[in-house]
């Protein structure tokens, strides 16, 4: 495992910056749930997923987890840590994965010291 499970978890990264953006409006409309994009590995999934902003928040306490439509996990690279009706909230079990999700969460509380 490595280059490949490197260019899926970039994937799913980038899906949940997505979400990070679409909770942040929804907040400031005071909404109380919000349509996400699916944050599988699948580049052309275009899975939308109706969630309560507190379950998204849940979710995003940890980096490794991530918000997918039903059906959508590979188990050889996570495992399904809760089910909804709607969606599903997997954890990255790969650690190629994980390392990369927790590198790139924007919301992680103890970023890396820069290289240098």
Known sequence: MGEREAKL????V???EVNEGIAAAAERLEADEASFVCECSDVSCVHRILAPLDD????RQES???LLAPGHEAAVLERVVRRRPGYEVVEKVE???RRIAERLDPRRKDPEPDAG
């Not at 978890?9 to 799913?12: P, V, Y």
């Not at 998204?56 to 979710?59: A, D, F, V």
Request: charged share 30%.
């Open 14 to 16: 980038l899906f949940r």
């Open 95 to 97: 650690q190629t994965m």
């Open 64 to 66: 490794t987890h991530f």
């Open 56 to 59: 998204y928040e849940r979710i």
């Open 9 to 12: 978890a970039e994937t799913e």
